[in-house]
Nanobody, 126 residues
Framework: QVQLVESGGGSGQAGGSLRLSCAAS????????MGWFRQAPGKAREGVAA???????RYADSVTGRFTISKDNAKNTLDLQMDSLKPEDTAMYYC????????????????????WGQGTQVTVSS
């Protein structure tokens, strides 16, 4: 059974940094489209960043230039480096995977995924 387990969430200050990690079991992160989504209370889920099997990445406008998505193939993890944090980054962050080599251009909007993690909370104070 495929499992995605997020870690690294917590509290941070505006302007600071946090790093999230998603450990995958029974799924090779190097082979598939993977990404991060987030959902704040009372708001719709938002796609944050996606990465193809070839390493090409895509970001939401709200995080471009501040967040970096990457894969660690040796550890079989998906990571999200979050810099220059803003209070509006506060949300539950979820790791997701699609059984496709490349992420569709609309994936960050539709979020249709084969697997989801349980989420990790990120709270940014001003």
């Amino acid at each position: 059974q495929v499992q995605l387990v997020e870690s690294g969430g917590g509290s941070g200050q505006a302007g600071g940094s946090l790093r999230l990690s998603c450990a995958a079991s029974r799924l090779a992160v190097s082979s598939y489209c993977m990404g991060w989504f987030r959902q704040a209370p009372g708001k719709a889920r938002e796609g944050v960043a996606a990465i193809n099997n070839d390493g090409n990445t895509r970001y939401a406008d709200s995080v471009t230039g501040r967040f970096t998505i990457s894969k660690d193939n040796a550890k079989n993890t998906l990571d999200l480096q979050m810099d220059s944090l803003k209070p509006e980054d506060t949300a539950m962050y979820y790791c997701a995977a699609v059984l496709r080599w490349r992420c569709s251009p609309t994936w960050l909007k539709d979020g249709e995924s084969n697997y989801w993690g349980q989420g990790t909370q990120v709270t940014v104070s001003s």
